[in-house]
């Protein structure tokens, strides 16, 4: 049974309990122990990148220090926590004189980065740890013919080189539920997120160009891994009857969410009820 | 086909003219050497940055033009630039770029250095105060959410106030301080 170190980072818990439960669930299914980190804070987003290098680079290789005491790779649900933990890893582990410029404050709170462990998306552990065959066995209730739209996320895939991350992992996970992946134009687009602080037109812009570009293409659902990406997609659709005058009426489900219903967990148990639009709908392809 | 005695009169001005003596020749070095802007010097302004842009086309300057602004010297428009900081930081110029130039990267770079000289926008000043006021930028309000799920009230593990330290003491800590 693999164990991990459990980064939540703090979107997830302050805004998406359903995300943080059905990540358990799923990982209980397949005897996988998360052990929440002790100690950390958050990652400090792109936006601490963008003001101060330095200070993203300390908190994060803390948090990667910690998780090397008992020496489990950290897994995290949220892009943004993935992004920043695996740049700041490949960029200490390719960059010696930083590397030391970093331990040299770490010292001063008691750990020290080495780089023996690696952060992950808890998708990928899933994925290469567990593997598709077995989470092949627990699908119990398929979601056959439904079709699902991937909104990968940007700091999920890219830098490609930093993250590592292969898309046909998330394409595998969904496909594993009997559900179809729909393809559709802008699926490598950024939700928008990141510009949200800065100008919220903008970010508003950006949703609806993906939510367009998904319906356009036929999908009933969209699923996310990043509680940035949730905002923007789920609840900006809200935001989105205001500003635009368009209602997309377009669920959108966390990963876990997805895989917590086709391997037979019920509305409750996932946080249905939770995201933002209404997401019953796939309760009756269940059923049906 | 004679008309060279016009050349008086300028031609249709497409852009600013540049003034070469408000360029700073160190302002390239100064990028090269910040973190992966070693390939800068690589661009060979083929634009593909900008064609990758979801969001070039509402910018003046376009990516492959900061770069070149970079390469120029141009630190003033550069750092003063709006478009720096209106980077979705989505990495598909990045990613897309034939010559490895980091250009996302690059665009951080930019970003903490006008941040250094305190050219940074007011939203962003507040997530700073966030960051080392409360540790984190979402704080847990509605615990009975978590209780509903069957998760703890509070996030287990969760401890801000090494996190504030650390950041009081980087630039973060100036940015904050430098605005009561």
Redesign the interface.
């Known amino acids: 049974m693999p164990s991990y170190n459990l980064y939540m980072g703090c979107s997830v818990p302050a805004n998406y309990p359903n995300y943080e439960t059905t990540l358990f669930r799923v990982a209980d299914k397949f005897g996988i122990e998360l052990i929440y980190m002790e100690g950390v804070s958050c990652c400090g987003s792109p936006n601490l990148r963008a003001m101060d290098y330095l200070g993203w680079l300390i908190v994060n290789a803390r948090t990667l220090a910690i998780a090397e005491k008992n020496g489990h790779d950290i897994v995290t649900p949220c892009n943004g926590c993935f992004g920043s933990l695996k740049d700041v890893y490949h960029f200490l582990t390719h960059n010696a004189d930083y590397k030391e410029k970093v331990n040299a404050e770490l010292k001063k709170t008691g750990v020290e980065f080495k780089g023996t462990i690696k952060p992950r998306h808890f998708i990928e552990a899933l994925y290469n740890d567990v593997g598709i065959d077995e989470i092949r066995k627990n699908i119990t209730k398929p979601l056959d013919g439904v079709g699902i739209a991937i909104h990968y996320g940007c700091h999920l895939l890219r830098p490609q080189d930093v993250t590592e991350f292969n898309p046909e992992i998330f394409d595998d996970l969904i496909r594993v539920t009997g559900a179809s992946v729909v393809e559709y134009p802008l699926w490598k687009q950024c939700c928008g997120a990141t510009v949200l602080p800065v100008n919220e037109e903008l970010a508003i812009r950006l949703a609806r160009d993906k939510l367009k570009s998904m319906k356009e293409a036929g999908a009933a659902f969209a699923t996310v891994s990043c509680p940035a990406c949730a905002n923007q997609l789920d609840l900006q659709q809200l935001g989105l009857k205001e500003s635009y005058g368009e209602e997309y009426n377009l669920p959108v489900l966390f990963i876990t969410q997805i895989l917590g219903l086709a391997m037979g967990m019920k509305d409750d148990e996932v946080g249905l009820a939770m995201n933002r639009v209404p997401a019953d709908p796939i309760l009756e392809h269940l059923s049906g | 086909m004679t008309e060279t005695e016009e050349k008086a009169d300028p031609p249709a001005v497409m852009i600013e003219p540049i003034d070469i003596s408000k360029l700073d020749p160190d302002f390239r070095e100064g990028i090269r050497s910040m ?2 802007g070693e390939e800068l010097s690589a661009c060979f302004a083929c634009s593909t940055c900008t064609a990758a842009c ?2 070039a086309s ?1 910018w003046k300057y376009k990516p492959h033009q900061l770069i070149r602004m970079i390469l120029l010297g141009m630190r003033k428009e550069v750092l003063s630039s709006e478009e720096i ?8 110029c ?2 897309r770029c034939p010559q490895n130039v ?1 250009v ?2 690059i665009f ?2 930019c ?2 250095l006008a ?1 250094e000289e305190g050219m ?2 007011d ?2 000043v ?3 105060r966030e ?1 080392t006021d409360k ?7 509605a615990d009975w ?2 209780e ?4 703890e009230p509070e ?6 106030e ?2 504030k330290t ?2 009081k ?4 800590g100036r ?1 904050v301080g430098g605005d009561e």
């Not at chain 2, 900081?85 to 598909?92: H, P």
């Not at chain 2, 540790?135 to 309000?141: A, D, E, H, K």
């Not at chain 2, 996030?155 to 801000?160: D, E, H, K, Q």
């Not at chain 2, 003491?169 to 973060?172: A, D, F, P, S």
């Open positions: 973190p992966n979801p969001i509402t900081w209106l980077c979705l930081t989505c990495f598909e990045q990613e980091r996302t990267d951080f770079d970003k903490n941040a940074i926008p939203s962003i507040g997530l700073a960051l540790g984190q930028l979402y704080v847990v309000t959410e978590r509903d799920m069957d998760l996030v287990p593990g969760l401890s801000t090494e996190f650390i950041l003491g980087t630039r973060t940015i």
